[in-house]
């Protein structure tokens, strides 16, 4: 999708933006429940209405020191739907994801491990992430920055997680990869300052991309060995799902989430069974005849 990369202009208006940013704060949502809602109009849409947005990821294995093979793609739709509440907002949100063959573009199923040369069963994606947005998180658990220069503004929010793993290496010895799960993204939004002063607006297009840094994944089957993952993200927002890049896409979603484009209709909080991890464990366990 060309739209999602960056062009030269786009670079360098990031290596300007932190000069900027400090004149452009005294006039520009300096206000934390203005700049919390600027925010949700670029990731989402303010009005309440389903939207979504399409990520793909290049995932190599980074290994003493160096980025080491691009091992597959993982390719993601986000349904979701955002609510006004006393104090912010509420993010309701499915992600299904897909992993493929960085050559060929095929749909994986099994994946050749290099590192076991031996075939592993692929474990798709397919859970629900409700979250609170809290004008009182703002600068705290919410970590977003913003800058600006000119009409283009940026958004930038870090995520860190260090807690202990859903899958322990001593009861899930081939999936476990440590006792504890690190995970480290930075989300990098782009979008139009025009639009987000427009209050007849309540989506303001955006795309941009993410660097995640984590543990391996449970599927590879990698146990403890020394090693993480980095997956470099392109994102869009986008309106509808007929003009993706890839034709099968969402077809193999519906196939195996029968509900992957639809946003979930109430809120829940996040439990240990809801979060990424939490997902590869229901399915391991089931896999293995657990409660899972």
């Not at 000069?19 to 300096?30: D, H, K, R, V």
């Not at 203005?34 to 980074?62: I, M, P, Q």
């Not at 899958?167 to 639009?195: C, I, K, M, V, W």
Request: proline fraction near 5%; charged fraction near 25%; include cysteine.
């Amino acid at each position: 999708m060309s739209n999602l990369t960056p062009t030269r202009r786009d670079l360098a208006d990031m290596l300007n933006f932190a000069g900027s940013a400090a004149a452009a704060e005294s006039n520009f949502l300096a206000d934390p429940a203005a700049r919390l809602e600027a925010f949700v109009k670029t990731e989402g849409d303010t009005s309440g209405r389903e939207h979504y947005n399409y990520t793909y990821a290049k995932c190599f294995t980074f290994i003493d020191g160096r980025s080491d093979r691009h091992v597959f793609d993982r390719e993601l739709l986000m349904a979701r739907r955002y609510l006004k509440i006393d104090g912010g907002w509420i993010r309701l949100h499915r992600e299904s994801a897909i992993y493929r063959d960085p050559d060929s573009g095929a749909i994986l199923t099994t994946w050749r491990n290099p590192f076991l040369e031996r075939d592993v069963e692929v474990i798709d994606l397919g859970r629900e992430f409700n979250r609170k947005y809290l004008v009182a998180d703002m600068g705290r658990s919410l970590n977003i920055q913003m800058s600006v220069s000119g009409d283009d503004v940026y958004f930038r929010r870090q995520f860190l997680v260090s807690r202990r793993a859903e899958l322990q290496p001593a009861e899930y010895p081939l999936h476990g990869s440590a006792t504890t799960y690190d995970l480290s993204e930075n989300h990098d939004y782009f979008t139009s300052r025009a639009a987000l002063e427009n209050p007849k607006v309540t989506s303001a297009p955006s795309r941009g991309s993410t660097v995640s840094i984590s543990n391996w994944l449970p599927w590879m089957e990698m146990g403890t060995a020394p090693g993480l993952m980095i997956h470099h993200i392109r994102f869009a927002k986008i309106d509808g799902l007929t003009d993706l890049p890839n034709p099968d896409f969402v077809p193999a979603l519906v196939a195996r989430y029968p509900n992957a484009v639809k946003a979930p209709a109430t809120f829940a909080e996040e439990d240990a069974n809801s979060t990424g991890m939490g997902w590869y464990k229901q399915i391991i366990d089931r896999k293995r005849g657990g409660p899972g």
